[in-house]
T-cell receptor
Framework: QQQVKQSPQSLIVQKGGIPIINCAYENTAFDYFPWYQQFPGKGPALLIAIRPDVSEKKEGRFTISFNKSAKQFSLHIMDSQPGDSATYFC??????????FGPGTRLSVLP | DGGITQSPKYLFRKEGQNVTLSCEQNLNHDAMYWYRQDPGQGLRLIYYSQIVNDFQKGDIAEGYSVSREKKESFPLTVTSAQKNPTAFYLC????????????????FGAGSRLTVL
């Protein structure tokens, strides 16, 4: 019940494309769903996050869509750029504790 | 600049040796965490500490030990009992636990890569 599933494992898009990364969870007690971006050799950095009381959140070119009934959430990157090439992790937590991370998606944006 | 400093960035260990990874933060955060990252497995929690002189085991604590004698510091020792220690280790911190909304934001260090020879 603590697991967060993430797909795809890797993704290649052309510049300007809209990569979509999907995550699913089981534990309905989770109340916070962040996405982290990690560049090679660096630590992950918070990209965007959502709480289950809203269905969508947008920050710049990044959008989270949240489906509470399906227990799924996804990250969309509009007008993707080569600089967006990184590994993306979804996560879930309850009360700011016990963060559970997905296995990650390696995104490559071709110029 | 506020942040988390991990050292060393790269570390090589011989079989049977204990090694200690350093993690220092100047964010005045109460909570600190250690994660292990392996390819294709995401981040797995080793230990966490919500307050000085207190820490809790995470999902994969076997073969690891920690201490939290100061708010700023949370070193991780990888002992010889850890069967497969080669990995990328990440230290993180957050303001604190519930009910603070800031508790949800994890700030990560740049990581330490440990290789067992």
């Amino acid at each position: 019940q603590q697991q967060v599933k993430q797909s795809p494992q890797s993704l290649i898009v052309q510049k300007g494309g809209i990569p979509i990364i999907n995550c699913a969870y089981e534990n309905t007690a989770f109340d916070y769903f962040p996405w982290y971006q990690q560049f090679p050799g660096k630590g992950p950095a918070l990209l965007i996050a959502i709480r289950p009381d809203v269905s969508e959140k947008k920050e710049g070119r990044f959008t989270i869509s949240f489906n509470k009934s399906a227990k799924q959430f996804s990250l969309h990157i509009m007008d993707s750029q080569p600089g967006d090439s990184a590994t993306y992790f979804c996560a879930a937590s309850r009360y700011g504790q016990n963060f559970v991370f997905g296995p990650g998606t390696r995104l490559s944006v071709l110029p | 600049d506020g942040g988390i400093t991990q050292s060393p960035k790269y570390l090589f260990r011989k079989e049977g040796q204990n090694v200690t990874l350093s993690c220092e933060q100047n964010l005045n955060h109460d909570a600190m965490y250690w994660y292990r990252q392996d390819p294709g497995q995401g981040l797995r929690l080793i230990y966490y500490s919500q307050i000085v002189n207190d820490f809790q085991k995470g999902d994969i604590a076997e073969g690891y030990s920690v201490s939290r004698e100061k708010k700023e510091s949370f070193p991780l020792t990888v002992t010889s009992a850890q069967k497969n220690p080669t990995a990328f280790y990440l230290c993180a911190s957050s303001i604190g636990a519930f009910p603070s909304s800031g508790a949800n934001v994890l700030t990560f260090g740049a990581g330490s890569r440990l290789t067992v020879l």
